[in-house]
């Protein structure tokens, strides 16, 4: 505790859920552009995390999302919701402890979610180091 009674302790770091390394690696395997995982615990109830991926058309951005779909479906982990597949620029697919964003780039560029988001940290998404950033 300091002087003025305030802890200055931080809180534990929580690791991100496995479902999201292999989220992160269905989209990487799918050629994901720029892809980013932002830890929105101490920022928001809603979600505990942002993935954000650019394709580079609009089947691309479709296929990515359908790909995340098929590889976590098996093992039960399937989105709550889901919004804007048959446009193909923006996919929003939300599976409560994390949200996928997969962006036509013209779309990221425009709605600039990680500018939104800047107070978030950046993390590493790799199965085997845990969190990087």
């Known amino acids: 505790m300091t002087s003025g009674g305030k802890s200055r302790m931080r809180l534990r770091r929580v690791s991100p859920p496995e479902a999201l390394w292999h989220a992160t690696q269905a989209l990487t395997d799918r050629k994901a552009v720029d892809l980013v995982v932002l830890d929105l615990h101490e920022l928001t109830a809603a979600t505990d995390y942002f993935v954000i991926v650019s394709g580079t058309s609009e089947a691309h951005v479709r296929g990515m999302a359908e790909h995340l779909q098929a590889v976590l479906g098996p093992s039960g982990v399937r989105p709550h919701h889901v ?12 599976y409560v402890d994390f949200v996928v964003h997969v962006f036509h780039p013209e779309q990221r560029e425009f709605y600039q979610l990680e500018r ?11 199965p085997e180091g845990g969190p990087k950033g």
């Not at 919004?83 to 697919?93: A, K, P, T």
């Not at 939104?116 to 790799?126: E, I, M, P, R």
Request: aromatic letters at 8%; charged letters at 20%; glycine letters at 14%.
């Open 116 to 126: 939104l988001w800047d107070d978030a940290a950046v993390v590493g998404t790799t």
């Open 83 to 94: 919004e804007g597949v048959s446009q193909g620029r923006w996919i929003l697919l939300d």
